[in-house]
């Protein structure tokens, strides 16, 4: 219902095609946003210009008078649109459009999700989806093909865990796949096997491309249904600018004819898939693509990797996991390798974004930007060069994000889902460097905001909730876990704009509603900063404007 909604509002949008923005003047609004130094200014008129920026704003008797047309806010909150410095917009329209097995209490419930997807489409070749989550299903081990024979035995099945970074197969996949008890672990992948060696249907990290460079890509119309699903439902959550961490060669091809055409209603700030040699290399000769359709997209960064998840204990870690003490995951890449594939990223001009949950790959990757600071000077730092997630750091490592310049791109939705698993999975004392934002900022980092959706629901009220109060949405743990690491409401909302924009080098065009930048608010029932936890996390989006025009309006 909620997304049929949202999709015929982007379809109404879209036939606006290229529609200017017109000058206006907003008043009666309850307007706050941050200044270029982070402090909060509130106002309750803005003025926009037919460029599609921010001209003035204060109080209406104030602004320079002109004969433009009026926009009444009713006296609601009017902010700056919000940035998502992490997200996965295909993949989220793809999840919407699919199998979701997230909200599954059990197995036996998955099974029968599972079973129904497949029934109800007898044409598709592979049944394909995700969200599933053993420890969710309080299962104790991971499923097995076995047990997704019983809802599906013809077909290949292939389902990704709720992290992306473990895959769940039947026996027709896997035979397809080719993969059994004489299939080697890929470099950085585990296949899950019995006490006999026998492969047992799921497939961890690398081990997962076994799999899915057999399931058919999503062709074009796909693709673009995706991205209307996804726009659609990010700007109802008052989302204006998602960092898209992971565009893949179709994607940019998709995205750049949008953009061009005025089509494309929200701004996408993208990192290429590092892994796509062929499209790397097409990237770098081509050098970064900025601000186009009037700055509705941008590709200007590449995403590596350095390691895998914690849940699936694919986390590269300095010492054994504390719950696993055999194991402390795997470091996709050599550290010359991995600096090579930055190297070559940042020569050519790309911010260079890489993945790092563990502490050894968090380790890894400084150690690289370092080493290109040391070769490339300020032509390697002034590209705003970023660790993904960030999220497992030996406390000794802190100060050497602010040393290199390196940006920590957090999702605090992870830390609040992650908390319980997090502690098991590093211990007491490795805790203190996870999900550390207060000492990241102490050591002069900057964090930027996101949600990592579809791995999180994508909206920025439960990612800000998450961020000030370290609980989860039932207010557990009363006090908060580990409090002390949590934003107050003003660093949060930072996060989530202005140092988000920055970390998307577009400071001065989103972010903030100061004079010159763009146009991108929203309009909201309550204050962020001073509506309750709880009130927050209910945040009601009325509209979203992005460039001075209307995208999104909540129906009544
Ligand atoms: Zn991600």
């Known amino acids: 219902m909620r997304m049929t909604r949202h999709l015929a509002i982007a379809l109404l949008l879209l036939s606006a095609g290229a529609a200017a ?47 433009v047309p009026r926009l009444d806010a009713g006296g609601r909150v009017l902010m700056p649109g919000l940035i998502d410095a992490h997200g996965h917009v295909l993949a989220l329209g793809a999840a919407r459009r699919s199998l979701q097995l997230r909200d599954t209490p059990d197995l036996t419930a998955a099974l029968a999700a599972i079973r129904a997807h497949a029934q109800a489409r007898p044409q598709a070749a592979w049944v394909t989806g995700g969200g599933w989550n053993q420890a969710a299903w309080q299962l104790g081990r991971f499923p097995t093909a076995a047990e997704l024979d019983t809802a599906e035995r013809d077909r290949p099945v292939w389902l990704s865990r709720v992290d992306g970074h473990a895959g769940w197969a039947n026996s027709r996949a896997l035979a397809i796949a080719g993969i059994h008890r004489d299939t080697p672990d890929p470099t950085g992948g585990r296949i899950e096997r019995d006490a006999s060696g026998e492969p047992t249907g799921v497939l961890v990290d690398a081990a997962m491309g076994l799999v899915e460079r057999h399931v058919p890509a999503e062709d074009e119309a796909e693709l673009a249904a995706s991205l209307d699903t996804a726009a659609a439902e990010l700007l109802a959550l008052g989302i204006t600018t998602v960092h898209d961490a992971g565009i893949s060669a179709a994607a940019d091809q998709l995205l750049r004819q949008r953009a061009a055409a005025g089509q494309l209603p929200l701004r996408i700030y993208g990192m290429a898939r590092g892994s796509d040699e062929a499209f790397m290399a097409r990237l770098r000769s081509a050098g970064p693509l900025r601000d186009l359709g009037d700055g509705h997209y941008t590709l200007r960064a590449v995403k590596l990797f350095a390691d895998g998840a914690l849940g699936s204990r694919g986390a590269a870690l300095l010492a054994p996991y504390s719950d696993a003490p055999g194991t402390q995951g795997l470091l996709f890449r050599s550290d010359a390798d991995l600096l090579a594939q930055m190297r070559a990223a940042a020569k050519a001009g790309f911010q260079v974004n890489v993945h790092a949950i563990g502490d050894a790959a968090n380790r890894q990757a400084l150690a690289g930007f370092e080493a290109l600071a ?7 730092t002034g590209l705003r060069h970023r660790i993904e997630h960030a999220q497992v750091i030996a406390l000794p490592d802190l100060p050497r994000f602010a ?41 002069g980092a900057t964090l930027a905001c996101g949600s990592d959706f579809p791995v999180e629901e994508p909206s920025p009220w439960a990612g800000l909730y998450a961020a000030v109060t370290r609980q989860d949405a039932h207010g557990k743990p009363v006090s908060g876990w580990y409090r002390q690491q949590a934003l107050n409401p003003v660093q949060a909302l930072d996060c989530f704009t202005r140092s988000a924009a920055f970390a998307g080098h577009a400071e001065k065009d989103v972010g903030l509603l100061t004079p010159g930048h763009r146009a991108d608010f929203i309009l909201v029932d309550r204050d962020p900063l001073t509506a309750s936890p709880a009130a927050l ?7 979203t404007w992005v460039g001075g025009r209307r995208v999104y309006e909540r129906q009544p």
């Open 21 to 67: 923005a017109q000058a206006l003047l907003v008043h009666n609004a309850r307007g706050l946003t941050l200044d270029e130094r982070g402090r909060v200014i509130r106002f309750d008129a803005l003025q926009i210009g037919p460029d599609g920026r921010v001209q003035a704003i204060g109080r209406l008797a104030e602004l320079p008078p002109g004969d």
């Open 374 to 380: 040391r070769e490339l000077g300020p032509r390697s």
């Open 403 to 443: 040393r290199a310049q390196v940006i920590a791109s957090v999702q605090p939705t992870h830390a609040t889902s992650d908390m319980n698993m997090a502690e098991d999975r590093v211990g007491p004392q490795r805790i203190q460097g996870a999900y550390a934002w207060q000492r990241l900022l102490k050591a």
């Open 537 to 543: 996390l209910k945040t009601q989006v009325l509209q």
